[in-house]
């Protein structure tokens, strides 16, 4: 079992950054798979970006690639989201999620999921 807690978000300015954390329990995150995904009012749930257990492979959505990046530091049981130059679009709520099985961009991977945390972005 894992437990996600993310925490992180906040308003900003279009063009400022943040970066979400998500804190794990557990003493085997380090061989779980994450993921970050997002949801917008009104929306499905997205994928944005995933690290595999190492973090020796990463993969981004086309909407955030080369502005969000994933990172992971498995002595803290904890992995990043840094965020910049950010849009209005990027407003969401933003989940983590924890696979041991799965390195994967798929939700329906996921076996573990955080509460999430509100970014707004303010045009």
């Known amino acids: 079992q894992v437990q996600l807690v993310e925490s992180g978000g906040g308003l900003v300015q279009a063009g400022g950054s943040l970066r979400l954390s998500c804190a794990a329990s557990?003493?085997?995150?380090?061989?779980?798979?994450v993921g970050w995904f997002r949801q917008a009012p009104g929306k499905e749930r997205e994928f944005v970006a995933a690290?595999?257990?190492?973090?020796?492979?990463?993969a981004y959505a086309a909407s955030v690639k080369g502005r969000f990046t994933i990172s992971r530091d498995n002595a803290k049981n904890t992995v990043y989201l840094q965020m910049n130059t950010l849009k209005f679009e990027d407003t969401a709520v933003y989940y983590c999620?924890?696979?041991?099985?799965?390195?994967?961009?798929?939700?329906?991977?996921?076996?573990?999921w955080g509460q999430g945390t509100q970014v707004t972005v303010s045009s």
């Open positions: 557990g003493r085997t995150f380090s061989s779980y798979a």
């Open positions: 690290i595999n257990w190492s973090g020796a492979s990463t």
């Open positions: 999620a924890a696979d041991r099985t799965h390195y994967s961009t798929s939700i329906v991977d996921y076996a573990y």
